[in-house]
């Protein structure tokens, strides 16, 4: 039988945190090889600065919601008792520490960006993840998310400025689809958040549709002009596959997301450099 994953494995939310650094190591790296600059410390630094972010983030939310999930998760690391409280502020502090420090290396403005990214992340779990307005973080972390690599890397944030409104649309579905994992728990802890509002069913084929047209309208058009690549469309087609997948199940939707995600994100910077 196979171990369950440490307590402060599991307190940062391991999946999204892997794919977000996935992300930006295969981000930077293309970026960094197009336009000349060696995949050197500063990727290294700014693939940890990401890391760190995620660390913190997935610690945070696990703290301000440790009062819920004792009632509706109560096999959480906070409240099965794995971990303590002081030991998930350790945890936090040291993802922060690293993300602060890592970025200070870079230069102000990825430093400013990360604080921008984190303290977005930091607003959602206090507050904003049981409100309509749910979604705004995963718009604005997400849509800083590239062009802190572009400057975490030393490249000209141009580069990456076409991409940040393709973000918005998948931010969104991501977010549904990650809440609509916790449908029940949510809604028993009196939550208001977006996927409550419009309901399990249409939150599902919004994130699932936003999702397919992200996938579509970016590969469709990339074809059109002339820049897919066979490792691109090769890509693009395992993110559609995993999406559509996805779709048979809420958990298998948010993985497949994810996949999509990480595929996607390789496939555009191929195409457009």
């Known amino acids: 039988m196979m171990r369950p994953m440490p307590a402060a494995i599991r307190l940062i939310h391991p999946a999204p945190a892997l794919a977000v650094v996935i992300v930006t190591a295969a981000l930077g790296a293309i970026l960094a090889s197009q336009a000349g600059v060696p995949i050197g410390e500063r990727w290294l630094l700014t693939v940890l600065a990401v890391a760190g972010s995620q660390v913190f983030t997935g610690a945070t939310n696990d703290i301000a919601d440790r009062f819920r999930d004792a009632t509706v998760r109560p096999e959480k690391p906070l409240p099965a008792g794995e971990l303590s409280l002081n030991a998930a502020a350790w945890i936090a502090s040291i993802g922060l520490a690293v993300q602060l420090v890592a970025s200070l290396r870079t230069g102000t403005l990825p430093l400013a960006l990360g604080v921008l990214a984190s303290g977005s992340a930091l607003a959602y779990n206090l507050f904003l993840s049981r409100t309509p307005l749910s979604p705004l973080p995963y718009l604005i972390s997400f849509g800083l998310l590239p062009v802190w690599i572009a400057a975490g890397i030393g490249i000209p944030i141009e580069r ?54 992200v996938g579509l309208g970016v590969g ?41 995600a990480v595929c996607w994100t390789a496939a555009w910077a191929l195409s457009t450099g």
């Not at 809604?187 to 208001?192: I, T």
């Not at 509002?197 to 047209?213: E, H, M, N, P």
């Not at 058009?221 to 691109?232: D, K, N």
């Open 160 to 213: 990456v400025l076409p991409a940040i409104p393709l973000v918005a649309p998948f931010a969104m579905a991501a977010h549904l689809a990650n809440t609509l994992r916790d449908f029940e728990a949510d809604a028993a802890g009196a939550s208001r958040s977006l996927a409550q509002v419009l309901g399990r069913r249409a939150s599902r084929l919004l994130a699932a549709g936003l999702t397919l047209a």
């Open 220 to 260: 469709g058009a990339l074809l059109v002009g002339g820049r897919a690549t066979p490792a691109s469309v090769g890509l693009g087609v395992t993110g559609l596959v995993a999406v559509a997948l996805g779709t048979s199940t809420e958990r298998r939707l948010w993985y497949g997301i994810l996949l999509a």
